[in-house]
């Protein structure tokens, strides 16, 4: 197992990177991510872990960025959802299915359909129906 990378961010909101000793952009974190590294993200000032909010942030610089139109029935979906997180709704699917999503590191961000999530929804409730 690789060892976590700690992103410091600073007041200013910049984000350095510990093991590299240099500053980082959100896709530059991205790009440690799908390489596979851990990260940990630590407030330089409070030292409270970041990591979850920094990467939501990430998630969204990266869909504002998107030239592709986004999925907006999959989000009404997870605002709707029992949690109205996206990682609740995730969550919930997983237990639905009894899987976990363990989506390999060469495969990335941009390969990952919401359609492919819609489609496990449609067959969800086409199989619920069914029994």
């Given amino acids: 197992?690789?060892?976590?990378?700690?992103?410091?961010?600073?007041?200013?909101?910049?984000?350095?990177?510990t093991f590299q000793s240099c500053y980082v952009t959100l896709e530059e974190i991205a790009q440690i991510i799908r390489e596979g590294h851990e990260i940990q993200?630590?407030?330089?000032?409070?030292?409270?872990d970041i990591t979850?909010?920094?990467?939501?942030?990430?998630?969204?610089?990266?869909?504002?960025?998107?030239?592709?139109?986004?999925?907006?029935?999959?989000?009404?979906?997870?605002?709707r959802s029992e949690e109205g997180t996206l990682t609740g709704y995730i969550g919930a699917l997983e237990g639905k299915l009894n899987l976990?999503?363990?989506?390999?590191?060469?495969?990335?961000?941009?390969?990952?359909?919401?359609a492919f999530v819609a489609g496990l929804n449609s067959s969800m409730e086409n199989s619920a129906t069914l029994n």
């Fill in 52 to 79: 979850y909010m920094t990467q939501i942030q990430l998630l969204f610089d990266q869909e504002r960025k998107s030239l592709k139109p986004g999925n907006t029935e999959l989000l009404k979906r997870v605002i």
């Fill in 100 to 114: 976990t999503f363990d989506i390999p590191a060469a495969v990335v961000a941009e390969d990952f359909k919401p």
């Fill in 1 to 17: 197992m690789k060892d976590v990378r700690i992103i410091k961010r600073y007041q200013n909101r910049k984000l350095y990177d």
């Fill in 41 to 48: 993200v630590i407030d330089n000032k409070s030292k409270n």
